[in-house]
């Protein structure tokens, strides 16, 4: 069965840096997208970052432009979310999801990880 | 949010329950959209895709469906597990997106 596990949440001061992880099974990986999305109570559901089924092609909400990076690797079934200039407003449970169709982007998500949550706090 | 849900719904076992989502010209307009289950202390689960298809494993009695730049969700024959949060979501053409998502609705079975 398809399975995605994030990690590498935790606390964080304002302007360092998180590597999130998200550790996939049960599924061909190099053939889907991936995303990550996050969630807050205040702000709900946020997409955050999107690479595409090869890595040739990511995408990003404005919010997070510039300072984090979406990366995967296909040989190891792991997508990561490198986070730098972390900001309070960070602050989220993170998701990694799948894109449901092979070899396209369809922008929803069909499977989610447990989410990890990020802290950022002086 | 983009877009806009009632924060609460409620209904008794057995009953009919509509959530709906209000959007614009330049999401739900335009795009499909996609409900989103998360019960409580767990991920969000995929609900209703494309407007109104069910991944595999989804009971019938849920159901979806959109008209000009609004879309609902259905919950026909309420059980007492159906008590989670919903989540509208669509593509945006605007500076909004991508991907946006409506605030939630958090549903009580009564």
């Known amino acids: 069965q398809v399975q995605l596990v994030e990690s590498g949440g935790g606390v964080v001061q304002p302007g360092r840096s998180l590597r999130l992880s998200c550790s996939t099974s049960?599924?061909?990986?190099?053939?889907?997208?991936m995303h990550w999305v996050r969630q807050t109570p205040d702000k709900g559901l946020e997409w955050v970052a999107l690479?595409?089924?090869?890595?040739?092609?990511?995408y990003y909400a404005d919010s997070v432009k510039g300072r984090f990076t979406i990366s995967r690797d296909n040989s190891n079934s792991t997508v990561y979310l490198q986070m730098n200039s972390l900001r309070v407003d960070d602050t989220a449970v993170y998701y990694c999801?799948?894109?449901?169709?092979?070899?396209?982007?369809?922008?929803?998500?069909?499977?989610w990880g447990q989410g990890t949550p990020v802290t950022v706090s002086s | 949010s983009v877009l806009t849900q009632p924060p609460s719904a409620s209904g008794t076992p057995g009953q009919k329950v509509t959530i709906s989502c209000s959007g614009g010209?330049?999401?739900?307009?335009?795009?499909?959209v996609t409900w989103y289950q998360q019960l409580p202390g767990t991920a969000p689960k995929l609900l209703i895709y494309?407007?109104?298809q069910r991944p595999s494993g989804v009971p019938d009695r849920f159901s979806g469906s959109k008209s000009g730049t609004s879309a609902s969700l259905a919950i026909g024959g309420l059980h007492s597990e159906d008590e989670a949060d919903y989540y509208c979501a669509s593509w945006d053409d605007s500076l909004n997106g991508p991907v946006v998502f409506g605030g939630g609705t958090k549903l009580t079975v009564l």
């Open positions: 494309n407007n109104s």
């Open positions: 010209p330049s999401n739900i307009g335009s795009n499909t």
């Open positions: 049960g599924f061909t990986f190099n053939n889907y997208g």
């Open positions: 999801a799948r894109d449901p169709v092979p070899r396209e982007v369809r922008w929803y998500f069909d499977y």
């Open positions: 690479v595409w089924y090869d890595g040739s092609i990511k």
